[in-house]
């Protein structure tokens, strides 16, 4: 498949495509990379350099790559932080001429909003941007559980209220909805569950909580159930394969306490997972 990933970059470390490219080209997939911004770093270190890039230049690559014919073999558009409304409005358009080349392509928005314990982290006018202009030109949505929350404007405290906010969401226009970082009433205090709910039914993966935080990896499953659902199609399919994968990753990560995801040392992760969760029908 050829995805086109639209997201920031860093220099060193992993979020954004230096996190989301990589795992899908390792899959075999090839992958257009628009950056947003390039960074040194991310940002969770307090400081770092580089220059955000302005929407009109995510036009003009996208008009290069049209230019080279290739926007009609262009399968799937991704993107993930949005750090204005303007670089949004450059990736909704983008959206709509890959489907206009490609009425078979479909397009997945991380819609990165906030988060529990932190709230919204993102600049004014972008959660309302996320609800209602991305997400429901969204095949295919991952949002954590305060973006699914906010999104809905409902509470996902019990798995009834979860699956209530998927179905409110579903009603704006995703087909799909992987809810990442899960905690409802009945969620094991050592654990942490992965929710999924496409047209095909509804599913949870519960994975063991690891004691670490690191920036990125939400990036990197929602590339990785990206990539296996346009490959099978299958919510519950692409669901056991990305949580297998992104527990993998943070597990490897974890055991060599580094605050940086291991993406390219645990690469055989995103291929074979060390550890295969089985998804549970809801």
Known sequence: MNILSIQSWVAY??????????????????????HTVQFSNHTGYGAWRGQVFDAGLIRDLVDGIEERGALSRCDG?????????DIGDAILGSVA????????????CDPVIGDVGRGVFVRPGIPEFMRERAVPAADLITPNQFELDFLSGQSSATLKGALAACDAVHATGPRVILVTSLHTEDTPGDSIDLLASGPDG?????????GIS??????????????????????????????????GLLARTAAAGSREILTVA?????????RLFTPEKL
């Open 77 to 85: 558009v991704l993107s993930g932080y949005m750090g204005a409304a």
């Open 97 to 108: 001429r890959v489907k206009a080349a490609n009425p078979d392509a479909h397009y997945c």
């Open 214 to 247: 690191v920036n990125g990896a939400g990036d990197a499953i929602a590339a990785l159930f990206f990539v296996h659902w346009k490959s099978t199609h299958s919510t519950a399919e692409a669901l056991m394969k990305a949580a297998s994968s992104a527990y």
């Open 266 to 274: 645990a690469q055989d992760e995103f291929v074979t997972p060390s």
């Open 13 to 34: 470390g992993h979020v954004g495509n230096a996190s989301a490219m990589f795992p899908m080209q390792r899959l075999g997939h090839e992958v257009w990379g628009i």
């Open 202 to 210: 509804r599913y949870r993966v519960r994975t063991p909580r690891l």
